[in-house]
């Protein structure tokens, strides 16, 4: 286990906004950053940052909490496995204490299997430095195709040697759990044995935006028939081929500095345009491209250029990965490179500013490429003309910017020689069939929404849990703060009459709850509310003060969600720029005092609601109650105090 004292100097110098700012594109917006969601399929920011309280809010999803947080939500990280992961990137050394054996059986199959490709990375990458036959055969071969050794490393290739079972043997005595082993796709267990799958291929690791290694890609060398030259481990829990990008962890930075995106088809095509100083690119590892791995990189960049080769099949595969990009709001170009050449035999040997000036000149926009690619050999063939057409029109269809919309079908028209008109009203067919058909999934969808939510009117009495998120929220932001309150006393007069007394009393905002609700012994009913009250008022009483990361690396994740939520709930207007457009919203801090005494009234008024129901319910239930005197005096007290209560709040408000 991790030592306390190192976990709170990775907490004291970790900063959230560099970490999430290596996972998701990030703006400037006041004294916070947003940016797109990275959990959600969304078009506008909702996403938020906030360095100076060091948490962060995903308003589409619910989604928030500190630094570890993030990385064990988006990474899928455990605790300290995010705690490693800062601790590297800050370089700070990790004090461990002995792990008991009962801690070691509880780290997750999903642990185990990346502790295994972290274990096999390492192996193959002493074979191919260090082994005669790696050497000899991997390093000569990535020598060959123009590799640095500084790239090499950056890409951790390895290599691992022509023997059945070497790297299984050497992980078993590693002490790795064969079954772990065996999921991991490291090795193949048939009739035959247990087999090395990646025997006699130079290794391609794959590794998450994290730099968690996932999986592994190998490429054969040798010129055995009827062996494919490249292959992939098989799928596992922590590898899923729709939702990996190679070189997406060695480019991230890349993408998002240059605001775009290469998307190449293999493994060498990322290195190698790596090695020419060309950064920002991607790989989609030969499978078809997915929108997982669409939002992967939309949460870097908007803009994307897929190069490909001159394969005429290779190119009508691509169309559907057009409209995907479109359909995301993404802004995509085409280059397609001199017949029999890729990326990796285009960019070797040739200048950086040469490769770059080349993508500029060649690449087109989806327009272009689909009337070249479309329209071949159909132009005195008026039905594959029309029917080319169609399919352009549907992808501008796709696109949310109506102003892109309108310049593309405008572009369309020159290069296909048709009226606008009649393109504007095809795209408005089109556009009129996705209305219909988002119009169909939401009805579907709000119908299961009402069901749901009555069923939860049934369980809890939605007010009350709202006020005892509002104390939670006021105890936050304001506890420490001193306010004035009008208070309400009852005194006996002369003459043993009853007179209201009101005088202004200044007071901390924590004590003014804590002794209004202690009065009353009231309790929260909602079991998280009510854990964060207890301690909030517990650090305010001991320390006089809330320190929100100190509190939050203590918190569960659960709390650690509500209170990130409650933090930044009063800035998600900055999402919005309602600043620019001359909407200001006041402060609540400017009316503490009467922002407490509404909520605490309320919640008095709505507890004695419930009190009365229940009284009233009780007397159905047991015949004759309603008759009681005692029962009678009882509803009459709690209908005087509800309007006292009510007197009390109008003069609040």
């Given at each position: 286990?991790?030592?306390?004292?190192?976990?709170?100097k990775?907490?004291?110098?970790?900063?959230?906004?560099?970490?999430?700012?290596?996972?998701?594109s990030?703006?400037?917006s006041?004294s916070?950053f947003?940016g797109?969601?990275?959990?959600?399929?969304?078009k506008?920011?909702s996403?938020?940052?906030?360095?100076v309280?060091?948490?962060?809010?995903d308003?589409?999803?619910?989604?928030?909490?500190n630094?570890?947080a993030f990385?064990?939500?988006?990474?899928?990280?455990?605790?300290?496995?995010?705690?490693?992961?800062?601790?590297?990137?800050?370089?700070?050394?990790?004090?461990e204490t002995q792990?008991t054996e009962?801690?070691k059986?509880?780290?997750?199959?999903?642990?185990s299997?990346?502790?295994i490709?972290?274990f096999?990375?390492?192996?193959?990458?002493?074979?191919?430095?260090?082994?005669?036959?790696?050497?000899?055969?991997?390093?000569?071969?990535l020598?060959?195709?123009?590799?640095?050794?500084?790239?090499?490393?950056?890409?951790?290739?390895?290599?691992?040697?022509?023997?059945?079972?070497?790297?299984?043997?050497?992980?078993?005595?590693f002490g790795?759990?064969?079954e772990n082993?065996e999921?991991?796709?490291?090795?193949?267990?048939n009739?035959?044995?247990?087999?090395?799958?990646?025997?006699a291929?130079?290794?391609?690791?794959?590794r998450?935006i994290?730099g968690?290694?996932?999986g592994?890609?190998?490429?054969?060398?040798?010129?055995k028939?009827?062996?494919?030259?490249?292959?992939?481990?098989?799928?596992?829990?922590?590898y899923?081929?729709?939702?990996?990008?190679?070189?997406i962890?060695?480019?991230?930075k890349?993408?998002?500095?240059?605001d775009?995106c290469y998307l190449?088809?293999?493994?060498?095509?990322v290195i190698q345009?790596?090695?020419?100083?060309?950064e920002n690119?991607?790989?989609?590892s030969g499978?078809?491209l997915?929108?997982?791995?669409?939002?992967i990189i939309k949460r870097?960049?908007k803009?994307?250029?897929?190069?490909f080769?001159?394969?005429e099949a290779?190119?009508?595969?691509?169309?559907?990965g057009?409209?995907?990009?479109?359909?995301?709001g993404?802004?995509?170009?085409?280059?397609?490179?001199?017949?029999?050449?890729?990326?990796?035999s285009?960019?070797?040997?040739?200048?950086?500013?040469?490769?770059?000036k080349?993508?500029?000149?060649?690449?087109k926009?989806?327009?272009?490429?689909?009337a070249?690619?479309?329209l071949?050999?159909?132009l005195?063939?008026p039905?594959?003309?029309?029917s080319?057409?169609?399919?352009?029109i549907i992808?501008?269809?796709k696109?949310?910017?109506l102003?892109?919309?309108?310049?593309?079908?405008?572009?369309?028209?020159?290069?296909?020689?048709?009226?606008e008109?009649?393109?504007?009203?095809?795209?408005e067919?089109?556009?009129?069939?996705?209305?219909?058909?988002?119009?169909?999934n939401?009805?579907?969808k709000?119908?299961l929404?009402?069901?749901e939510?009555i069923s939860?009117?049934?369980?809890?009495d939605?007010?009350?849990?709202?006020?005892e998120?509002?104390?939670?929220?006021?105890?936050?932001h304001?506890?420490?703060?001193?306010?004035f309150?009008?208070e309400?006393?009852?005194l006996?007069?002369?003459?043993g009459?009853?007179i209201?007394?009101?005088k202004i009393?200044?007071?901390?905002?924590?004590?003014k709850i804590?002794?209004?609700l202690?009065?009353?012994?009231?309790?929260l009913i909602?079991?998280?509310?009510?854990?964060?009250y207890?301690?909030l008022?517990?650090?305010?009483?001991?320390?006089?003060?809330?320190?929100?990361?100190?509190?939050i690396?203590?918190l569960?994740p659960?709390l650690s969600?509500?209170?990130?939520?409650?933090?930044?709930?009063?800035?998600?207007y900055?999402?919005?720029?309602w600043?620019?457009?001359?909407?200001?919203?006041?402060?609540?801090?400017?009316?503490?005092?009467?922002?407490?005494?509404e909520?605490?009234l309320?919640l008095r008024?709505?507890?004695?609601?419930?009190?009365?129901?229940t009284?009233?319910?009780n007397?159905?239930?047991k015949?004759g109650?309603?008759?009681?005197?005692?029962?009678?005096?009882?509803?009459?007290?709690y209908?005087?105090?509800?309007?006292?209560?009510?007197?009390?709040?109008?003069r609040?408000i």
């Amino acid at each position: 286990m991790i030592k306390k004292d190192t976990i709170d100097k990775i907490f004291e110098v970790s900063r959230v906004e560099e970490v999430i700012g290596e996972f998701v594109s990030l703006k400037k917006s006041g004294s916070n950053f947003k940016g797109l969601s990275p959990f959600t399929n969304e078009k506008t920011p909702s996403f938020m940052v906030s360095p100076v309280k060091q948490i962060w809010k995903d308003f589409s999803s619910g989604k928030g909490g500190n630094v570890v947080a993030f990385l064990m939500e988006h990474e899928h990280f455990s605790y300290p496995d995010a705690l490693r992961f800062l601790a590297k990137k800050y370089n700070i050394l990790i004090e461990e204490t002995q792990e008991t054996e009962a801690e070691k059986q509880k780290t997750s199959e999903k642990e185990s299997l990346f502790l295994i490709n972290q274990f096999a990375s390492k192996f193959f990458i002493e074979n191919l430095f260090k082994k005669d036959e790696g050497l000899s055969i991997g390093l000569s071969y990535l020598k060959e195709r123009g590799f640095s050794n500084e790239i090499i490393e950056k890409f951790v290739v390895g290599y691992s040697l022509d023997l059945k079972n070497d790297f299984f043997n050497s992980a078993i005595e590693f002490g790795y759990l064969k079954e772990n082993i065996e999921k991991s796709g490291l090795i193949i267990n048939n009739s035959k044995g247990i087999v090395d799958r990646f025997r006699a291929r130079v290794i391609f690791p794959i590794r998450s935006i994290a730099g968690r290694i996932q999986g592994f890609g190998g490429r054969i060398l040798s010129n055995k028939l009827n062996v494919a030259k490249y292959i992939n481990s098989p799928e596992s829990i922590v590898y899923i081929k729709s939702k990996v990008l190679y070189g997406i962890f060695e480019s991230k930075k890349a993408i998002a500095n240059k605001d775009l995106c290469y998307l190449v088809e293999g493994y060498t095509d990322v290195i190698q345009m790596h090695e020419s100083g060309i950064e920002n690119v991607v790989s989609s590892s030969g499978t078809a491209l997915s929108i997982d791995q669409i939002q992967i990189i939309k949460r870097l960049t908007k803009n994307v250029t897929l190069l490909f080769d001159s394969d005429e099949a290779g190119l009508r595969a691509s169309l559907r990965g057009i409209d995907l990009f479109l359909d995301q709001g993404i802004n995509v170009k085409i280059l397609v490179f001199p017949k029999g050449m890729d990326p990796d035999s285009f960019v070797r040997g040739r200048q950086k500013q040469d490769i770059l000036k080349y993508f500029n000149k060649n690449s087109k926009d989806f327009i272009q490429f689909k009337a070249n690619l479309l329209l071949k050999d159909s132009l005195d063939d008026p039905i594959r003309k029309s029917s080319a057409i169609k399919d352009i029109i549907i992808s501008i269809s796709k696109i949310p910017d109506l102003i892109q919309q309108e310049i593309f079908v405008k572009k369309c028209s020159e290069l296909m020689d048709i009226s606008e008109k009649v393109l504007f009203n095809v795209l408005e067919q089109e556009k009129n069939k996705i209305r219909f058909k988002n119009k169909r999934n939401n009805i579907s969808k709000n119908s299961l929404e009402v069901v749901e939510n009555i069923s939860n009117e049934k369980k809890i009495d939605l007010e009350i849990v709202s006020l005892e998120k509002q104390i939670v929220h006021i105890l936050l932001h304001y506890g420490k703060e001193e306010a004035f309150f009008d208070e309400i006393f009852l005194l006996h007069g002369e003459n043993g009459q009853i007179i209201e007394e009101s005088k202004i009393v200044k007071s901390k905002v924590y004590e003014k709850i804590f002794l209004d609700l202690q009065q009353d012994e009231v309790e929260l009913i909602n079991p998280l509310y009510q854990e964060l009250y207890i301690k909030l008022i517990e650090l305010y009483q001991t320390e006089g003060k809330v320190t929100i990361d100190k509190l939050i690396r203590n918190l569960k994740p659960d709390l650690s969600q509500i209170v990130s939520d409650l933090l930044l709930s009063d800035e998600i207007y900055e999402l919005h720029n309602w600043d620019k457009r001359n909407v200001f919203v006041k402060e609540k801090k400017s009316l503490v005092g009467q922002l407490v005494s509404e909520t605490i009234l309320s919640l008095r008024k709505n507890l004695i609601d419930q009190k009365i129901k229940t009284l009233v319910k009780n007397s159905k239930e047991k015949k004759g109650l309603s008759n009681n005197p005692d029962f009678l005096s009882e509803v009459i007290n709690y209908q005087n105090l509800k309007k006292l209560l009510s007197k009390k709040l109008n003069r609040v408000i």
